[in-house]
C-alpha cells in the first residue's frame, strides 16, 4: 500500500496501539519554553520523577522576554513580575532536572520554533513535540512536529512518549513558478482565506510539488508554521538537499551525516494515492495576501476588495478593525510595522524586508519594530548591514523574542493603531488591546512601512 512521508515517520516511532486508537509514540526532540512548562515540572516533583531523556530535551525562553532596551541579556531586564518569575521558574526547573537550556542573554536563546532549526535539532524523520501550538513549523524540514498541552508535556518530559491519534493525510499540490514579490506567506495566507481556518482539522498536511521545491528551507517553515492556523496540528514537506544542506553543520547536526542523509533520503511519500484528499493551487495566479480582519481566513489577495458583511462574525470583525466592506486593500491605513515572530523572523526574512525599505524612510506616522527571532539571527543581520538599514529608514533593530507577536511581555502595539505584522494571528487583542493586526509577508510589511498603507510589492519589486 502507498504510504505518506507522514504514515512513514509515525509508522517508525509507534511503541504501542492500532491505527484508528491512540498510539504511543516515541518523541525524539521535546522543545520547552518558560509559559506552558511550569506545572509540567511542578507535576515531576510531586510525584517524584525524574526527565527521562534530558538529552532529548532543550529549552528556551522566548514568549516573556522584553526585546528592548537592548541588549537584554539579564534577568534584571525583566521587570513585570509574572515575566520575571516564569523565566526564573524554567531556569530553576533545567538546572534540578538537568535540561540543557539557552536561557536569556545567551548566544543561542530565541523563539523556540527558530532555535530549533538553527541548532540543528530539528531534523527530517524526527518526532519533535512543544508546549506550543507552532510546533508544525519544525515539518518543513520533514519532521513530524505538533504542539501539545501541558499535561502533556509532563507526559514526554517523565516518558519521553506521547499518545496521539493518527490523522488523515491530505496533500497540498502547489505547482508553477511565483510572481516576482509573492512569497511563502502567501501561499499559506491563501489556503487558509480560500479553504478557512479549520480546513485542516484532522489531518497532516503535506505541502508538495514543484513550487515547494524551488521555496529555500527557511521559506518552507513559514508555510508550516502556519498549518496550526488551517486547523491542521502537522504541516510537513519532504526533506531534500537543500534541507540536508541546512541541517549539516549545525552545532546539533548528526555526527554521521552519511548516514543520516541516507535515511532521510527514504522519507517521501509514494504517491498521491496515499493521501485521503488533495488539494492543488496554481502557483502563477497568486497575488500577495493581507488580513483584514480578526482570524486568519479573513484575509484577501491584494486585487480583491473586503468582503460583504454576511454573517455576525464579519460584522464584529469590522468593527474591531475600524474597517468597512468595499475598501481595496491599498486604502487599509497603516500606522505601525511589526517584522519578527517564528513565521518571518529568520535572517531570510528580514533580508527581503531590508530591501524594500534600504534607501526609504518609514511615512511620517509610521513607527516601526523589527525583532530577529533568534539572537544568532540578529548577529548575523548585524553582520550584513540590516541593522543600519532598519535604523535608517527610522524603526527599532531590538533583541529577540516573542515581541508583539502576542504581546505577553512589554511589547505591545496601541489600542486602535493598525499594525502590518509578519506574525501569523491576528485575533482580537493579540498585538495588544485593541490593537488591529493586519497579516502578510515581509516584503509587504516593509513597503506598507515606507507607504502608509498598503501597496502592491509587484509593482516595486
Ligand atoms: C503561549 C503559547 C502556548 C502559544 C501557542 O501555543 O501557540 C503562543 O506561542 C501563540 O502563538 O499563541
Ligand atoms: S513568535 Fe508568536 S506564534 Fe511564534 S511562538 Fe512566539 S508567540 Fe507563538
Not at 515539518?139 to 513530524?144: C, K, R, S
Not at 497603516?334 to 513565521?343: A, K, R
Request: charged share 20%; aromatic share 6%.
Amino acid at each position: 500500500m502507498a504510504s505518506t512521508i507522514f504514515d512513514k515517520i509515525w509508522q517508525n516511532h509507534v511503541i504501542e496501539g492500532n491505527e484508528g486508537e491512540p498510539q504511543l509514540l516515541y518523541v525524539d526532540l521535546h522543545l520547552v519554553h518558560e509559559v506552558t512548562s511550569p506545572q509540567a515540572f511542578e507535576g515531576l516533583r510531586e510525584n517524584n520523577r525524574k526527565v527521562r531523556r534530558p538529552d532529548k530535551t532543550f529549552a528556551t525562553v522566548d514568549h516573556n522576554v522584553p526585546t528592548n532596551p537592548s541588549p537584554v541579556d539579564s534577568i534584571e531586564n525583566i521587570h513585570d513580575k509574572i515575566s520575571r518569575l516564569q523565566v526564573e521558574t524554567l531556569q530553576n526547573n533545567c538546572q534540578e532536572f538537568g535540561i540543557k537550556m539557552a536561557g536569556i542573554g545567551a548566544k543561542d536563546q530565541g523563539i523556540v520554533h527558530v532555535i530549533g532549526p538553527q541548532l540543528g535539532l530539528s531534523q527530517p524523520g524526527k518526532i519533535i513535540v512543544c508546549g506550543d501550538s507552532h510546533t508544525s513549523t519544525h515539518g518543513g524540514l520533514g519532521a513530524i512536529a505538533f504542539g501539545i498541552g501541558t499535561s502533556e508535556v509532563e507526559h514526554v518530559l517523565a516518558t519521553q512518549t506521547i499518545w496521539q491519534m493518527k490523522p488523515k493525510n491530505m496533500g497540498i499540490k502547489i505547482q508553477g513558478k511565483l510572481a516576482k514579490g509573492v512569497s511563502s506567506k502567501d501561499i499559506i495566507m491563501h489556503l487558509i482565506a480560500k479553504y478557512g481556518a479549520n480546513f485542516g482539522v484532522g489531518y497532516a498536511l503535506e505541502f508538495y510539488g514543484d513550487t515547494i521545491e524551488d521555496l529555500s528551507q527557511e521559506a518552507r517553515m513559514t508555510i508550516t508554521n502556519m498549518a496550526i492556523e488551517g486547523g491542521a496540528k502537522v504541516g510537513i514537506i519532504k526533506p531534500d538537499e537543500k534541507t540536508f544542506e541546512y541541517v549539516a553543520g549545525r552545532k546539533y547536526a548528526p555526527e554521521d551525516m552519511d548516514a543520516a542523509i541516507a535515511y532521510w533520503s527514504q522519507l517521501y511519500t509514494d504517491s498521491e494515492e496515499a493521501f485521503d484528499k488533495i488539494i492543488t493551487v496554481d502557483a502563477t495566479q497568486l497575488e500577495p495576501y493581507v488580513s483584514w480582519g480578526t482570524n486568519p481566513a479573513m484575509a484577501v489577495s491584494f486585487s480583491e476588495k473586503l468582503p460583504k458583511i454576511t454573517d455576525s462574525n464579519i460584522k464584529q470583525a469590522y468593527e474591531y478593525m475600524g474597517l468597512e466592506p468595499g475598501i481595496k486593500v491599498e486604502n487599509i491605513p497603516v500606522e505601525w510595522i511589526f517584522i519578527g515572530s517564528c513565521t518571518n523572523g529568520r535572517l531570510e526574512d528580514l533580508k527581503k524586508a531590508a530591501e524594500v525599505i534600504k534607501g526609504h524612510k518609514l511615512a511620517p506616522n509610521v513607527t516601526g519594530w523589527v525583532v530577529p527571532g533568534s539572537r544568532s539571527v540578529k548577529t548575523q543581520a548585524e553582520k550584513l548591514g540590516l541593522d543600519k538599514i532598519f535604523i535608517d529608514a527610522g524603526c527599532e533593530w531590538r533583541d529577540p523574542g516573542c515581541s508583539a507577536c502576542l504581546a505577553m511581555n512589554p511589547d505591545k502595539i496601541p489600542a486602535g493603531i493598525h499594525c502590518a505584522s509578519t506574525t501569523n494571528r491576528n485575533f482580537e487583542g493579540r498585538q495588544g488591546a485593541n490593537a488591529r493586526t493586519h497579516l502578510a509577508s515581509p516584503a509587504m510589511v516593509a513597503a506598507a512601512g515606507i507607504n502608509g498603507h498598503f501597496v502592491d510589492i509587484r509593482k516595486i519589486s
